[in-house]
């Protein structure tokens, strides 16, 4: 499972992008407006940072415009990926970029059958939110593993991102569920490294040492 950061912060994101674990980025309206930014300043900062996608998304609701502003968002650089909401308009728009041989994430998926669309429309990557899902009492992460099964007993080739994640026990039950990726807010990010049996053993190893040289 690959490693992408849920998050609009440059600063964020160059410390892990430097520690050459994160691949790629997510952003959205909401995360770009805690920057204080504005889109048009932090992507082409981030896609910089990473050299896997980074996604950008759309603010119109119609096609005709998702993809106007699609067009302009790939001039920016090449790793940038459109974010298109899950919306019967979204699907028209990727079906287009796709056509243009423009790479699209179909985001706001909380069904098997927004899924089996968004792939069929021609996604390359299709977000499906598992935070938001168990928010409402749904099981999101079992929302993915059938997202996995779905997709290869069909045979699509669409990458799975699991968005919306908000713990470790998320990320490791995506990761066992066969997600090509989980987009991870930095939060977690961080935890992630972290045991205290680490720290514990850690701990004895340097007293031993110091004992050891006295
Ligand atoms: C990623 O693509 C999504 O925009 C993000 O994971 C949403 O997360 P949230 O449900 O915590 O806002």
Redesign the pocket.
């Known amino acids: 499972m690959k490693i992408f950061m ?1 998050t609009a912060d440059v600063t964020e994101i160059a410390e892990f992008a430097n520690l050459g674990i994160v691949y790629g980025v ?3 309206p ?2 770009i407006a805690k920057t204080g930014k504005s889109q048009a300043e932090v992507i082409p900062e981030i896609s910089k940072l990473v050299e896997g996608p980074v ?1 950008a ?1 759309v603010i119109a609701i119609d096609c005709d415009n998702m993809v106007k502003e699609a067009r302009e968002l790939v001039k920016i650089s090449s790793n940038i990926v459109i ?1 298109i909401p899950c919306i019967p308009e979204g699907l028209k728009a990727v079906k287009i970029l796709t056509t243009e041989g423009i790479q699209t ?1 179909v ?1 706001l998926v909380f069904s098997l059958s927004q899924a089996l669309l968004a792939a069929r429309a021609g996604a390359t990557y299709v ?1 499906p ?1 598992i ?2 899902l168990d928010d409402i009492g749904v099981d999101g992460v079992k929302l993915v593993a059938d997202m996995v099964k779905v997709f290869k007993t069909y045979g699509l080739s669409t990458e799975i ?1 699991a ?4 713990n470790m026990a998320h990320v490791d039950a995506v990761m066992l569920a066969g997600a090509h990726i989980a ?1 991870i ?1 930095t939060n977690v990010l961080k935890e992630m490294p972290n045991h205290q049996l680490t720290d514990a053993g850690l701990k004895k190893y340097l007293e031993d040492y110091q004992n050891s040289i006295k």
């Open positions: 849920d997510t952003t959205n909401s995360l996604s998304e974010k994430n985001t977000s939110f935070g938001r991102i968005a919306s994640v908000r987009t807010p």
